[in-house]
């Protein structure tokens, strides 16, 4: 069994050989290849890996002209790699590689992505609090409980990675992308070290776009194949509000007598009815184009898990 090991970098030049070495430690009895991603790093980050690169062929180094992010480090790795199984990891020394058998073990039981849960935290309480509000949020939204979605020490078979791409902030949500595919996920608590160097690249952005990454992964995973059902719905809901105010207006109108001037009640129902008709036709809109692009491309929509005699 080959294992992979996909580990963006930006600014870490004290932590990454420690890290290359407690690695080796810890797959003596595996093939292994380690993908290094330098995210435009400002220091030393580079040479230190290009002399890593020098005296293991296993180390694949990658660096970018500029930081791109975490996720696009994460799939320019996944593109490389060539493991049966493929951990990601930070380059912090926050992740323990002392857990690698711990995460092969739970991918034998038979679970295809594996997620780190950092049960005891060493970060201060501002990084804490919005973590847990976060990884609330998401379990609720994609019905899939993990207590730490944003722990970057994972273990995932190699479909998985085929099927997934990653940008923008997605790769904190790779295991609702996962379990949307009806791949099997499951979590394994995980030693959380303090951070020995450096400090952490990460500010209160990343909630805000990660937020907003939430509901393209929402709409991605349930529905970029139907988007009748999210617009024409809302659209429904809206324009049958409408409807009903319409018609009471109507009713208190001829059966009452009373009038409709100054009712900000009637602009109220002619809006809902105008803005429903407006996003059921982008809803149908949408089912044009995702039905065009079907026959563009003509990519399979499911995930196949086996076949036979194919």
């Known amino acids: 069994m080959k294992l992979s090991f996909v580990i963006p970098v ?12 407690e690695i080796l430690e810890n797959v003596k009895k595996y093939e292994y290849e380690i993908i290094f991603v330098d995210d435009g790093s400002t220091d030393k980050s580079f ?34 790699c060539t493991g049966d199984i493929i951990f990601t990891m930070d380059a912090d020394l926050q992740d323990n590689p002392d857990e690698i058998e711990h995460f092969i ?44 979605y944003n722990c970057g020490f994972k273990a995932y078979k190699k479909e998985v990675i085929k099927e997934i791409d990653v940008y923008g902030e997605m790769h904190r949500y790779i295991p609702a992308l996962a379990h949307a595919r009806g791949f099997l996920v499951t979590e394994i608590p995980v030693l959380h070290r303090k951070r020995s160097f450096g400090k952490s690249k990460y500010g209160i952005e990343r909630y805000i776009r990660g937020f907003l990454d939430l509901l393209t992964v929402k709409l991605v995973t349930k529905y970029t194949h139907s988007p009748l059902y ?12 409408g409807s009903s105010i319409s018609f009471y207006l ?13 009712r ?47």
Request: zero cysteines; proline letters at 2%.
């Open 264 to 310: 900000p009640l009637l602009f109220l129902g002619v809006l809902l009815i105008m803005v429903g008709v407006q996003l059921f036709s982008v809803g149908l809109i949408g089912e044009l184009l995702v039905n065009q692009n079907r026959k563009i491309n003509k990519k399979s929509q499911v995930s196949i898990a086996e076949k036979i005699n194919v």
């Open 230 to 241: 999210l617009f024409g719905g809302v659209g429904l809901l809206f324009f049958l509000s």
């Open 105 to 148: 073990e739970k991918i034998a039981e038979g679970y295809d992505l594996v997620a780190g849960w950092k049960k005891k935290r060493h970060d201060p309480l501002s990084k804490t609090l919005p973590s847990k509000l976060f990884n609330l949020v998401t379990q609720k939204t994609f019905s899939l409980k993990l207590h730490d």
């Open 250 to 262: 109507t009713i208190s109108k001829y059966v009452f007598g009373n009038s409709l001037t100054n």
């Open 47 to 80: 040479q230190i890996l290009k002399e890593l690169g020098t005296k293991d062929s296993q180390v694949k180094v990658l660096k970018f002209r500029k930081n791109f992010g975490k996720a696009a480090g994460l799939q320019s790795g996944f593109d490389l």
């Open 10 to 21: 930006f600014n870490e030049e004290s932590s990454i050989e420690i890290l290359y070495y």
